[in-house]
């Protein structure tokens, strides 16, 4: 018996949802693991070294390309419906940027049965659904969860904020200041997400967009959805998924 759309499209979310909660729950790499691969970072461009927070589109086999104001996408169609995924803090033992790792849409051997490999988003793709991921994980780079939570909301200190640098040759590993804070408009990673997307999604006709936050990511998720709605853009998601949302006490 054919499976309903609506039961089919659920599945498909409830499936995504989990697997990338899992995903960043459990991924909090090893000291010895290491992702500094050739492969892995000719995927990203200057980064780890030079600050990357961007929406990247994925398409099958774990495929992905950076969206760029005004060029098409192979992997995002803006008369479809698109799901934004939000990652949280990245800043468990030495932090993720040290070891050039970022979520995508491919399970790690480490988290995943079978030797991992596993592709999350195949269901939402099959669906016809664009999927993207929001990347902050530079910013969310901070020993303490707190340091990277009040970026989502506002400049601690009023002179922009830091960000984690990697150099692969070197092995150091540095903290630098947003430089394009004032020029950009960007008081908060919020602001940052709402520029992302308005410049990646300015042309959106589909049906609908959902965001997926977890843990921290669910704070952003939530607050960027707020100022999209305060301005009525047509990206403004109808639905969030938070997932384990996480608030410090502070």
Not at 30 to 49: H, I, M, S, V, Y
Not at 70 to 94: I, V
Not at 165 to 178: I, L
Request: overall charge negative; glycine content about 10%; charged content about 20%.
């Amino acid at each position: 018996m054919p499976v309903p759309a609506r039961a089919a499209s659920a599945r498909a979310v409830q499936n995504v949802v989990f697997a990338l909660s899992i995903v960043h729950r459990f991924g909090h790499a090893e000291a010895a693991d290491n992702f500094c691969t050739p492969a892995n970072l000719g995927r990203f461009g200057e980064w780890p070294k030079a600050l990357d927070s961007s929406i990247y589109w994925f398409g099958h086999d774990d495929q992905a390309e950076k969206a760029t104001s005004g060029s098409p996408s192979t992997f995002y169609d803006p008369s479809k419906p698109t799901m934004l995924y939000f990652h949280g803090w990245t800043g468990a033992g030495n932090g993720w940027t040290s070891l050039c790792k970022r979520i995508t849409t491919r399970c790690h051997p480490d988290i995943c049965p079978d030797g991992g490999g596993q592709l999350l988003v195949n269901d939402w793709l099959n669906a016809g659904w664009n999927v993207g991921l929001f990347y902050w994980d530079q910013f969310a780079d901070e020993e303490c969860a707190r340091d990277a939570e009040q970026k989502i909301w506002f400049d601690r200190k009023g002179d922009g904020f830091r960000w984690k640098s990697y150099d692969v040759g070197s092995g150091v590993a540095t903290y630098r200041t947003y430089e394009d804070y004032e020029d950009l408009g960007d008081a908060s990673v919020a602001d940052m997400c709402v520029r992302n997307v308005k410049m990646a999604m300015g042309s959106f006709t589909g049906p609908q967009v959902r965001f997926v936050g977890h843990s921290l990511g669910a704070q952003l998720a939530v607050r960027c959805a707020a100022l999209l709605h305060v301005e009525d853009h047509r990206a403004a998601p109808q639905r969030l998924a938070l997932l384990e949302p996480y608030f410090s006490k502070h």
